[in-house]
T-cell receptor, first 115, second 111 residues
């Protein structure tokens, strides 16, 4: 089945220790997104890739970086995690079509704990 | 003011009840209106989407959009314990990748 896969599902890191979360997709979608979702809050878009073009949201902290080495994979790097970065991180993909609805398909998420 | 407002609940109903979930929004440019279901510790999955105003029905689920009031609803008929989840509304404009999510409403259906 075509899907969006995130690894690991649970990640524990220490305060200030860099961490990388990964996302892969078999849908061959050209757009990939990273969202941060804290408890009882709406998913917050951090950035997205339209093919290889990186689009950062204005309020995404510099502490968060992303890489997309190819169509299938996308990584979220947190350079120096703080306690406030503990959250669920969701990866999503879509096939961009101008002037139409672009459904976003979500992965299961990675729950990050910062000690 | 948030782009999308959604009552977080929690909402608890007996099995078989009709459930009404709602969101309001402020941006008149929104054209696509989505409802996602998110089970605990899982990613959101799309339930239904609607373009512009009107109703859309899919089995026990009905989505309504009233653009004049900037108000959307999701109705669940004959609710089942398996419907217990968080329901997120989301919206977007005609172009672009920006989805605006509500905070989600936590629903529990009691057997």
């Amino acid at each position: 089945d075509a899907m969006v896969i995130q690894n690991p599902r649970y990640q524990v890191t220490q305060f200030g220790k860099p961490v990388t979360l990964s996302c892969s997709q078999t849908l061959n979608h050209n757009v990939m997104y990273w969202y941060q979702q804290k408890s009882s809050q709406a998913p917050k878009l951090l950035f997205h890739y339209y093919d290889k073009d990186f689009n950062n949201e204005a309020d995404t902290p510099d502490n968060f970086q992303s890489r997309r080495p190819n169509t299938s994979f996308c990584f979220l790097d947190i350079r120096s995690p703080g306690l406030g970065d503990a959250a669920m991180y969701l990866c999503a993909t879509s096939r961009e079509s101008p002037q139409s609805y672009n459904e976003q398909f979500f992965g299961p998420g990675t729950r990050l704990t910062v000690l | 003011q948030k782009e999308v407002e959604q009552d977080p609940g929690p909402l608890s109903v007996p099995e078989g009840a009709i459930v009404s979930l709602n969101c309001t929004y402020s941006n008149s440019a929104f054209q696509y209106f989505m409802w996602y279901r998110q089970y605990s510790r899982k990613g959101p999955e799309l339930l239904m989407y609607t373009y512009s105003s009107g109703n859309k029905e899919d089995g026990r689920f009905t989505a309504q959009v009233d653009k004049s009031s900037k108000y959307i609803s999701l109705f669940i008929r004959d609710s089942q314990p398996s419907d217990s989840a968080t329901y997120l509304c989301a919206m977007s404009g005609n172009t672009g990748n920006q989805f605006y999510f509500g905070t989600g409403t936590s629903l529990t259906v009691i057997p």
